[in-house]
T-cell receptor, first 111, second 113 residues
Framework: GESVGLHLPTLSVQEGDNSIINCAYSNSASDYFIWYKQESGKGPQFIIDIRSNMDKRQGQRVTVLLNKTVKHLSLQIAATQPGDSAVYFCAEKAAGNKLTFGGGTRVLVKP | DAGVIQSPRHEVTEMGQEVTLRCKPISGHDYLFWYRQTMMRGLELLIYFNNNVPIDDSGMPEDRFSAKMPNASFSTLKIQPSEPRDSAVYFC???????????FGQGTRLTVV
């Protein structure tokens, strides 16, 4: 399944640089926030999540920051690699495991 | 585990025909979601089930769309009659109670001509 195409915001980043992808969410009652990566022809793939009572969580080369005051979420990718080229979605989880997705950001890694 | 399995991967059908999309969730997961992805609307939640029971179908666009989950290992999404504007990629995803994220299948690309 191809990702959402022409209307996506795009982040172009040089290989080896850090990437920052931003997301605004709407539901103050959401208890988890999740970042997904979607490569062309594939379904969204879980990257990292963060609980609403945290403001930072780190994974392997990725860090998620949560600012509940302004309802803002960001994903930082360290030392971006060609394999990081994809569309990235944030999602918020409210009651009942229901996930609501943002519009997505396309990341293009330049060699 | 093989992950969430969807079939078919691609479906081309004529307007007015019935279309059935199939999904096998990850074993042990008790939530199942159907999403639709288009260029214009992004990822939209159509319906989700918990323990085989539909919980929220407010995203189902019209009565032409219906979904069932007869048992914990199988779900279908049916469109009858199909229309060209139904063309999209349809994803099935599953998750477990207490799990934070859903695992997605590879999707079914539907083209209605």
């Amino acid at each position: 399944g191809e990702s959402v195409g022409l209307h996506l915001p795009t982040l172009s980043v040089q290989e080896g640089d850090n990437s920052i992808i931003n997301c605004a969410y709407s539901n103050s009652a959401s208890d988890y926030f999740i970042w997904y990566k979607q490569e062309s022809g594939k379904g969204p793939q879980f990257i990292i999540d963060i609980r609403s009572n945290m403001d930072k969580r780190q994974g392997q080369r990725v860090t998620v920051l949560l600012n509940k005051t302004v309802k803002h979420l960001s994903l930082q990718i360290a030392a971006t690699q060609p394999g990081d080229s994809a569309v990235y979605f944030c999602a918020e989880k409210a009651a009942g495991n229901k996930l609501t997705f943002g519009g997505g950001t396309r990341v293009l890694v330049k060699p | 585990d093989a992950g969430v399995i969807q079939s078919p991967r691609h479906e081309v059908t004529e307007m007015g025909q019935e279309v059935t999309l199939r999904c096998k969730p990850i074993s042990g997961h008790d939530y199942l979601f159907w999403y639709r992805q288009t260029m214009m609307r992004g990822l939209e939640l159509l319906i989700y089930f918990n323990n085989n029971v539909p919980i929220d179908d407010s995203g189902m666009p019209e009565d032409r769309f219906s979904a069932k989950m007869p048992n914990a290992s199988f779900s279908t999404l049916k469109i009858q009659p199909s229309e060209p504007r139904d063309s999209a990629v349809y994803f099935c995803a599953s998750s477990s109670q207490g799990g934070t994220g859903a695992f997605f299948g590879q999707g079914t690309r539907l083209t209605v001509v």
